[in-house]
């Protein structure tokens, strides 16, 4: 029960205090709250999965921890694309050179809502993990390459609590 504080505690920190300062907004940055915001949307989806079935408390606790941090980092990301004059979605073109934005869920989902209940919990954890990955891939990019304060405030924070909420989940799988 302690580590699922923990990691609940981490997921939900993951926007707080965070502002994006009138300062250098460059095109990683840009890239980084376009990718985290359709890459959140899908998390919304795996997590909602979780409602209609029988899991471990610690699953479900996790799951819908995981949904409010990232509503609540899409709220944030939106508002800073908004006033930055940006796009809300990613041009998929403009980002093929480095492999573009390869962040579909459509797989997971399908095969998660198919998944009967004695398997839902492991494969809704591997799914979840995956996703995490996703998000600290994403995060390390904006680490390199961003220049916003807030951007990068974000992603050091999803870095961190990312990367506790898959030791977190992989303790879950073995168990």
Known sequence: ???????????????????????????ADVMFLQMMVEHNKQGHELARLAENRELPAEVEQLAAAMRVTQETETSTMTTW?????????????????????????????????????????????????????DAIQFARYEKGSGSNPGALDLARQIDVARS???????????S
């Open 1 to 27: 029960m302690r580590r699922l504080l923990i990691a609940v505690l981490l997921s939900c920190t993951a926007c707080a205090g965070v502002q994006a300062e009138q300062a250098p907004v460059n095109a």
């Open 81 to 133: 694309l908004l006033q930055w004059d940006q796009p809300l979605t990613l041009d998929q073109d403009a980002h093929h050179a480095h492999g573009g934005a390869s962040i579909d869920a459509k797989k997971d989902l399908a095969r998660l809502r198919k998944a009967d209940d004695a398997d839902f919990s492991r494969e809704l954890l591997n799914a979840l993990i995956a996703h995490q990955d």
């Open 164 to 174: 506790a909420q898959i030791t977190y989940m992989l303790d879950l799988l073995d």
